[in-house]
Structures are given as structure tokens and as C-alpha cells.
């Protein structure tokens, strides 16, 4: 039996090593939070207090955190510097939302030590990570993701090679990127329709049967009252956070430095959810977009 390192265990990753214990997978966790450590004996994960002791018997190194500083510290260039404790390791999955350029440093660092080294971001949020529905995103040798799929499949339903080291992360930043913009474009077309007095539920049935379709119609309705299972039912305080989109816009903006791609959708929905989350939305999920359109009659009349 493959024995896995966790490291960190939040939102998602807890649920993550949930489906690998159940899945018959011998799970050791690490987290800097002393108390998501406390919990990790309730889903069968064995709770490590150091980095030394979770990689020390690890065949494969899973690794679920928030950006790419986390990531060079844990790893490379922190206190950590997990590589080198990492001797009977035989390949790293990084699962965290980073930008390309470190999944590449982190690609090389390990190589030098001898480790494969995969990206693998995941789409699919909290609800994804709890019900192993995630979508797995590659990037790295495509022998490394295939060794890797049997663990990926533990935890999710899909997985995808989109090629060479970085690429996941590529992939990944380019359907957030668009995701967000599709998230606006529905927020403000369903509030022209209430403008004009339309049924949101109804004008969402017309779109969803018509040529303006889109996931965020199919699966994630905006406005409250449409959906009884979405975000907007909840008051928005359940779902991917408005403030881990502006991340991941960051990453794709910086990018287009990079590639000197013309994004201006791109720039506007990124300048629109900074906006949103000055407004005190950071913690919300990102379909809240919807109150800003909802709010801006009001602003144009307190000039
Ligand atoms: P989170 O903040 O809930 O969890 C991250 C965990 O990492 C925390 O428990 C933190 O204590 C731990 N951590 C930080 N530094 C550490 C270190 N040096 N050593 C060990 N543990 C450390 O974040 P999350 O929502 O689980 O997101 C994790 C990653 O998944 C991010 O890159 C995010 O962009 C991505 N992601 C999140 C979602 C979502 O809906 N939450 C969806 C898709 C992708």
C-alpha cells in the first residue's frame, strides 16, 4: 500500500484525505494549524507535527496550499525544505493554485533531487473536494500523471494532461479567467432583464434554453431565490470566495505580462471582483458579483 504525505489541510485538503483514507490509502498529514491537526484522527489521517515526520515515510507527497509562497516555503526555500528530507519519495502532486513559474521551480528543484513532480490543480471547489467530484488539471511528464492517476481518481472523477510542467496551472488560470467573466456577464444581464421587471427565474430558463447558456446558469444561478441549492441561497457564504478569485485573476494577469496576451476581459473582471471584495465581499463566494449590479441604481442616485 502506497503511503501518502498530506500537507495542508484546509478547506480543501481536509476532505481530500478524507476520500484517500476511505479509498484504502495509508494517509500522514501535516498542517501548520494546530488545530486542523486535531482533527485529522477523525477521518482516519495520522496527525505529523513536522515536516520531517510527515515526508519521512512517504511514498507520495500530496500538497494542498494556498499560494505559491506557501509552496516555495514548504518545499525549497523556507525553514522546511522538504526536498531534501524527502529521500524514499517517489512523486510529488502539488494540488495548490500557483502560478506557472513556481510549478516550474518546483518541477526542477524536485527533478534535481531525483523526485517526479506533478501540477495538479483542481476545479470543482468545496463541494467537489467533499463529494470526490474533483477535476484534476496536469501539468508535468505525462508518465508521472499517469502514476499519479489512481491517487487523483481517489479524490476526484476526472483527470486531465494539458502538458509540460506549468500547464495545469495554465489550464487552470485560463478557465477561472473565464469562468469570472462569464459569472459577470450573467449577473448584469439578469439585472437588466429585474430591471425592466422580468421573473429572474424566468428570464434564467430562457437564457439557459438559448444561445447566452452557460454554466453559471446550468449550475451556480447568481441572483437568489432561482436556485435552492447555489451560493445566492445561502446569502453567498458557502462556495469559492471572491477573494481566491482575485487571486487567481492575479495569476492570470500576471501571466499576460508574460505572454503579452490582450486580455481586456480579463483586466475589467479583475478590477470588478477588487472592487466587490473592497466592498467587504472577500469572504463571500464569487457569485455575490451579482450584488454589485444589483447595488448600482443606488450608487448612480446617492450622486
Ligand atoms: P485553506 O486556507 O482553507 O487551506 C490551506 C491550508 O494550508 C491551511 O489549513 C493552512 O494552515 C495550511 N498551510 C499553510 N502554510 C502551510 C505550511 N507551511 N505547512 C503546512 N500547512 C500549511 O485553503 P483552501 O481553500 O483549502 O485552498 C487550498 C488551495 O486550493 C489554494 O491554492 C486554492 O486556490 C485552491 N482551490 C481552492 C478552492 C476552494 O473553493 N476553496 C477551489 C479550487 C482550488
Known sequence: MQRIAYIGLGNMGFPMAAHLVQKGFKVDGFDLDAAVREQLPSI?????????EVVAQADVIISMLPAD????DVYISGQYNLLSLASKARLIIDCSTISAQTAVTLFNAAKAQGIPCIDAPV???????????????CGGEQEHVTQAEPILLAMGSQVFYAGEAGCGQIAKMCNNMLLAICMIGTSEALQLGIDFGLDPKILSDIMRASSGNNW????????????????????????????????????????TMQSKTATPLGMLAR???QQHARQGYGQRDFSSIFKLFAQLPELATEK
Open 44 to 52: 482516519g489521517v495520522s496527525a505529523c507535527s513536522t515536516i520531517k
Open 69 to 72: 509562497q506557501h509552496v516555495l
Open 123 to 137: 476545479s470543482g471547489g468545496i463541494g467537489g473536494a467533499k463529494s470526490g467530484q474533483l477535476t484534476f488539471i
Open 216 to 255: 453559471t446558469l446550468e449550475k451556480y444561478n447568481p441572483c437568489p431565490g432561482v436556485m435552492a441549492y447555489a451560493p445566492a441561497a445561502q446569502d453567498y457564504q458557502t462556495g469559492f470566495m471572491v477573494d481566491l478569485m482575485n487571486k487567481d485573476l492575479n495569476l492570470a494577469m500576471q501571466a
Open 271 to 273: 478590477s470588478l471582483y
